[in-house]
């Protein structure tokens, strides 16, 4: 058979996650090569998705079972005329009654089928909704991060660029961080060896410049369980003079639109 129409066959498997490894990893790769087969998988899993967010079927109730199979049991006794005895010989035919029960039978599996294929396509909705809202996560994270490596590559060419050396100070005298100041471009600051900060507390960077009134914050700072801290962002306004600080102080979480706290990095040029 071409592998074409194999895959064809297994698309139905393929979306309902019932294959082996090995047909999976067989099936994607020629859905990477086949756009006909990929659209049919993708049409086929809009509609298990319509399938699980379909109204739920009525289950037949479960006395129902009960008392078919015990007219299939009195309807399967070999009949005989009043006043003569039974004969091994004896043979019936389906009466009405054999066919209703029958039916409902048939009715009963065809019911528990149907729940089945619901709660299946049930839980794919489920799958296909978490994995749109994974994909929109991750399309919002490239975005960020795209925009952030473009504002890094803007700093560090800028004709203005400043480079900063900070040192720790006080509990945090074992850190080192480096700033890159470009007033028209922003900042970029990368920390090595911070230390959680205290509890109720997080790191607020800020911006004096030499001919400015008052710190600026240039926004918060998050070095986590390995230390290591990063901020990157366009240049805030009010930072004046060809001469700038760079601090990094404890504050409340949010922030604060003045420093308060304890100083953990400072530098200047």
């Known amino acids: 058979m071409h592998p074409h129409d194999l895959t064809r066959e297994l698309l ?20 990477r090569q086949c756009a006909d087969c990929a659209t049919e998988a993708r049409e086929l899993g809009l509609a298990f998705q319509g399938i699980g967010l379909a109204e739920a079927p009525v289950t037949p109730p479960p006395h129902l079972r009960a008392r078919v199979l015990a007219a299939i049991a009195r309807e399967g006794q070999p009949r005989r005329s009043p006043g003569t005895s039974a004969s091994p010989a004896t043979t019936w035919s389906p009466g009405p009654w054999w ?92 920390a090595d060896r911070l230390p959680t900060p205290p509890p109720g507390r997080i790191y607020q960077v800020w911006l004096i410049g030499s001919q400015s009134t008052g710190p600026v914050s240039a926004g918060l700072m998050d070095p986590g369980a390995s230390g290591r801290g990063m901020l990157i962002v366009p240049p805030p306004g009010g930072v004046a003079g060809s001469g700038v600080t760079v601090a990094v102080t404890d504050e409340p979480p949010g922030g604060l639109p003045s420093p308060t706290g304890s100083k953990h990095l400072l530098g200047s040029v």
């Open 99 to 190: 066919l209703a029960a029958a039916a409902a039978l048939i009715l009963i599996v065809l019911g528990t089928l149907l729940t089945r294929s619901n709660q299946r396509g049930a839980q794919l909705a489920e799958d296909l909704e978490r994995a749109r809202e994974d994909l929109a996560e991750l399309s919002r994270n490239r975005d960020t991060v795209a925009a952030q490596a473009d504002l890094v590559v803007s700093v560090l060419t800028a004709p203005d660029l400043q480079r900063i050396d900070l040192a720790g100070l006080d509990a945090s005298r074992n850190a080192t961080a480096r700033a890159y100041w470009s007033a028209t471009k922003g900042l970029v600051i990368v």
């Open 12 to 31: 139905t498997d393929y979306v309902l996650g019932e294959l082996s490894t090995v047909d999976r990893e067989r099936v994607e790769a020629h859905l």
